[in-house]
Antibody, heavy 116, light 110 residues
Framework: QPQLVQSGGEVKKPGASVKVSCKASGYVFNKFGISWIRQAPGQGLEWMAWISVYTGNTSYAQKFQGRVTLARDESTTSVYMELKNLTSDDTAVYYC?????????WGQGTLVTVSS | QSALSQPASVSGSPGQSITISCTGGSSNFGTYDLVSWYQHHPGSAPKILIREVRKRPSGISPRFSGSRSANAAFLTISGLQTDDEADYYCCSYEGQNIYVFGSGTKVNVL
């Protein structure tokens, strides 16, 4: 059974960066991509970005272009999402999800709070 | 990449059927049969209900069904149960490994 386990919650100041990790297990890591999806308080789900674990290729939603970077580490079966230049609007729960052209397994979510 | 449109809320009584719509431009639904639906209970991770417009992943109740018309997708929940009270989201693949979610629908079981 695929499992994704994310790093713990973070509190950051405006202008800072945050890096969230997502460790995969229970399947062949480089056979599937990983997408990142977030939910701000009172808002809906928002797709942010995708990485091919096999090639390292990435795609980003227009809204996050230039501010988000994805990376993967096959030795630790982990994917990392870094979001830069944080504002209060980035306060949200961030999820990683296994991407098979839909999202069939999700991490537990990581709360990122941006506050001065 | 604007969000797909869903009704903010849909209500039904236990045992009834409800349908949630998900509408977008032809670029969302015209090329790919890659519309999926997710159930999200607050505080938990979202859970996939439907993939590829109408296919149910293993373990998903047949009470959940998906369909599509020209520029809309639909999720129908039959035999509504109290545990179905949650938020529901459609999601469409847009090509080039880009996705867009619907605005979300809160299902209330009266």
């Amino acid at each position: 059974q695929p499992q994704l386990v994310q790093s713990g919650g973070e509190v950051k100041k405006p202008g800072a960066s945050v890096k969230v990790s997502c460790k995969a297990s229970g399947y062949v890591f480089n056979k599937f991509g990983i997408s990142w999806i977030r939910q701000a308080p009172g808002q809906g789900l928002e797709w942010m970005a995708w990485i091919s674990v096999y090639t390292g290729n990435t795609s980003y939603a227009q809204k996050f272009q230039g501010r988000v970077t994805l990376a993967r580490d096959e030795s630790t079966t982990s994917v990392y999402m870094e979001l830069k230049n944080l504002t209060s609007d980035d306060t949200a729960v961030y999820y990683c999800a296994r991407d098979v052209n839909w999202f069939d397994s999700w991490g537990q979510g990581t709360l990122v709070t941006v506050s001065s | 990449q604007s969000a797909l449109s869903q009704p903010a809320s849909v209500s039904g009584s236990p045992g009834q059927s409800i349908t949630i719509s998900c509408t977008g431009g032809s670029s969302n639904f015209g090329t790919y049969d890659l519309v999926s639906w997710y159930q999200h209970h607050p505080g938990s991770a979202p859970k996939i209900l439907i993939r590829e417009v109408r296919k149910r992943p293993s373990g998903i109740s047949p009470r959940f069904s998906g369909s599509r018309s020209a520029n809309a997708a639909f999720l129908t929940i039959s035999g509504l149960q109290t545990d179905d009270e949650a938020d529901y989201y459609c999601c469409s693949y847009e090509g080039q490994n880009i996705y867009v979610f619907g605005s979300g629908t809160k299902v209330n079981v009266l």
